[in-house]
């Protein structure tokens, strides 16, 4: 069995040696950082433009969607419309309701959980004011190449 004094210095040299890493490691990464800076600007360039254009896409095919929705889901053969249903509820009046039923699952108002129930039949809609309304989300095919002409 090693002595106490010997297992301190061990321990000492272990982080003499670990902070010397991380020191290196740290000047290795700020070098390559700084020798890549054009890089990394064009990349955060490019990043912004994609996100803007998504956004333009997602905000184009939503409204060509609305301005027409019997002409179908998919404005383009890149583009479509996803279908949901979100639950429209006042938590209080929802969280009473749990407590008045003994819902244990919802009584800190999961909303998963009461979302859950509710979606499969199982709360009193009107004593809990719950409505849902039809939502709509752009979507956007990850591999654009086949829809873009060589």
Do not use: C
Request: proline share 2%.
């Amino acid at each position: 069995m090693m002595d106490l004094h010997e297992i301190v210095v061990d321990l000492h040299n272990a982080r003499t040696l670990l902070d010397g890493l991380k020191d290196e490691y740290n000047a290795a990464r700020a070098a390559f950082e700084a020798e890549h800076q054009e890089l990394d600007a064009k990349i955060k360039a490019a990043m912004g433009q994609v996100n803007d254009l998504e956004e333009a896409a997602r905000t184009a095919t939503l409204t060509a969607y609305k301005a027409d929705p019997d002409n179908g889901k998919k404005p383009h053969p890149a583009l479509g419309i996803r279908e949901g249903t979100r639950l429209v509820y006042e938590e209080a009046s929802a969280l009473s309701w749990a407590i008045t039923h003994d819902i244990r699952a919802a009584l800190k108002l999961d909303r998963s959980a009461f979302e859950k129930l509710a979606k499969a039949g199982g709360v009193d809609t009107i004593e809990v004011g719950l409505t849902s309304e039809t939502t709509h989300t752009a979507t956007i095919a990850a591999d654009l190449s086949k829809f873009v002409e060589s």
